[in-house]
């Protein structure tokens, strides 16, 4: 019987994955080959099925003749998969191939030529187009197949061939609701290659969420710039209800101002992050003043903000601190920027 694993090809390099599986190797289920000459692939593709196999043999695990023919090769595996379409030949003879997996960590790798150089990513490959094969084989067998998958998977999460190929195995059984949770990941997880087969039966893969910013300033009289950096939170908070957004879509920045016959002040700078499109909002200081009253006192530090007012709010194209001519006016950059809940 087969072994309960899986896995599945894909017509592409699986790319290198960007962090290391963690499940154990299994034990490799073929021994590893004799020193007799490996047949080439050439040869292995012309020859009968009956020949390459053993007279007698408990499963495709065990079935390919190696001691008689030698090495199998994943890339002698890849051809008779993707140039010959020899499915049946190819399954026999990729459990040979998986046998070799073994000594990636520390040895000579199989799957090396497609630049996969560790013993969990050579197995994956290797169970990848075991489900493959097993799916297109003459006498398909669908429940094998999922398991190899399955195994592809378990080995490596990163495999985007096992994430394509899994799906469309989902397909093929009508079942949808796998298909597209399969295909879900396909499209977060993997480069939209992987997805390209599937966009006729699946469409598109989504397209990135498109955040749109929103820049502006206020400028506040009667507040300093420690007692604004002390109450970052109330300002943001005004920020996003105005804006009507989360407040961790809402980073500021602040400076500050002094003006002859005025008591110093901030400059707020401040960056709104809107998911989409950004709204058409018609804002004004006297709105930004009510917004910051109304979170000093649900923050509890309504008298720090009793005094402070709103001179100049509105977006980037907004004055900075409407000053007059006739009155000097200086700037001190705080320098510090800090994008709040990034």
Not at 18 to 27: E, I, K, L, Q, V
Not at 206 to 230: C, I, M, N, R, W
Request: charged fraction near 20%; aromatic fraction near 8%; hydrophobic fraction near 40%.
């Amino acid at each position: 019987s087969y072994a309960p694993t899986t896995s599945a090809p894909s017509t592409r390099p699986t790319p290198r994955p960007t962090y290391a599986p963690t499940t154990p190797a299994p034990t490799p289920a073929t021994p590893f080959p004799t020193t007799r000459p490996t047949l080439s692939c050439d040869e292995v593709a012309n020859a009968s099925m009956e020949s390459l196999l053993k007279g007698t043999y408990t499963s495709m695990e065990d079935a390919y003749d190696n001691e008689r023919y030698g090495h199998a090769t994943y890339d002698c595996a890849v051809e008779l998969i993707e140039n010959h379409q020899q499915y049946d030949k190819a399954e026999p003879y990729l459990w040979c191939v998986l046998g070799h997996c073994a000594g990636c960590d520390d040895g000579p790798c199989p799957t090396a030529v497609v630049d996969l150089e560790t013993t969990a990513e050579c197995e994956s490959a290797v169970y990848n187009y075991l489900g493959f094969v097993n799916r297109k084989k003459a006498a398909p067998d669908y429940d094998h197949a999922r398991t190899y998958y399955d195994k592809a998977l378990e080995l490596w999460p990163g495999n985007c061939g096992a994430m394509s190929y899994m799906t469309e195995l989902h397909l093929t059984l009508n079942n949808a609701t796998a298909a597209s949770t399969t295909h879900a990941r396909l499209c977060e997880e993997c480069d939209e290659s992987f997805a390209a087969p599937l966009v006729a039966s699946m469409g598109a893969c989504p397209s990135p969420t498109v955040t749109t910013e929103v820049k502006g300033q206020a400028t506040l009289a009667g507040l300093s710039l420690a007692d604004a950096q002390q109450n970052e939170f109330v300002i943001v908070a005004a920020l996003a209800d105005l804006h009507e957004v989360e407040t961790t879509a809402v980073a500021v920045a602040f400076s500050s101002y002094t003006r002859r016959r005025l008591s110093g002040g901030v400059v707020v700078s401040y960056t709104i992050a809107y998911d989409d499109v950004a709204p058409a909002l018609a804002l004004d200081a006297a709105m930004f003043d009510q917004a910051l009253t109304d979170a000093a006192a649900a923050s509890g530090v309504a008298d720090v903000f009793d005094a402070v007012e709103t001179v100049a709010f509105g977006g980037s194209e907004a004055p900075v601190a409407a000053a007059s001519e006739s009155e000097e006016s200086g700037v001190v950059s705080d320098a510090a920027f800090r994008p709040l809940g990034r």
